[in-house]
């Protein structure tokens, strides 16, 4: 079982990652699949993530899931509040029975380089020291080893960021504008601050 990542956050608030190593039929006795997907893999994204569901929690009613029209998958009658991402042979679910949440899971990749100024405000890039050199499309940085940082930390700001949009779940979102992550450092775990205002 390949169980990559578990954590009981609070009484009623369960996470985990799953590293996608199994074949459609793993999940199809427990999943169902409520639309047709025709790509093997993001099909097995979308059931790996439904999986984890009923993993957090067994009785979690998988045929009940709504997509509302801002592609936030819900329950009616919120029985429990979710979220899946899936990146690559991963998938990550949070459930809770009693707070709105939100999970994003990335693979680091310098594209988040070129669309940082899409997600952070001028204020952000320097107060985590991502200005000049770090976001050039050039990257023609002389220290490799600061070049990858840069983009672990940016893919952390993007990821956490997107986790909140998530948490919203209403529409779209200024991710420069309307979510403000407050500076952190970055370590194996943890936490930040954040605050969300609505235009």
Same mark, same amino acid.
């Given at each position: 079982m390949p169980l990559f990542y578990q954590q009981n956050i609070n009484a009623t608030t369960r996470l985990a990652i799953w590293k996608i190593e199994e074949m459609d039929v793993f999940f199809s006795g427990t999943v169902p699949l409520q639309r047709e997907i025709t790509h093997p893999h993001k099909r097995l994204q979308h059931l790996a993530g439904r999986y984890l569901l009923r993993f957090l929690f067994p009785d979690f009613p998988h045929e009940e899931i709504i997509i509302a029209s801002t592609r936030k998958p819900f329950l009616p009658?919120?029985?429990?509040?979710?979220?899946?991402?899936?990146?690559?042979?991963?998938?990550?679910?949070?459930?809770?029975?009693?707070?709105?949440?939100?999970v994003d899971i990335e693979i680091p990749s310098e594209k988040v380089v070129r669309i940082a100024h899409k997600f952070l405000s001028d204020?952000?890039?320097?107060?985590?020291?991502?200005?000049?050199?770090?976001?050039?499309n050039k990257h023609a940085a002389p220290n490799i080893q600061h070049q990858v940082t840069?983009?672990?930390?940016?893919?952390?700001?993007?990821?956490s960021k997107e986790a909140i949009f998530k948490w919203w779940g209403n529409g779209d979102v200024d991710f420069s504008?309307?979510?403000?992550?407050? !500076?952190?450092?970055?370590?194996?775990?943890?936490?930040? !601050?954040?605050?969300?205002?609505?235009?």
């Open positions: 009658d919120e029985q429990y509040h979710f979220s899946i991402s899936h990146c690559g042979d991963y998938a990550a679910a949070i459930a809770s029975s009693t707070h709105r949440v939100g204020e952000e890039q320097d107060e985590f020291g991502m200005t000049n050199l770090e976001l050039s840069s983009i672990q930390y940016l893919t952390l700001l993007w990821s504008k309307m979510i403000r992550l407050e !500076k952190f450092e970055m370590q194996g775990k943890g936490f930040f !601050k954040a605050s969300f205002q609505e235009t």
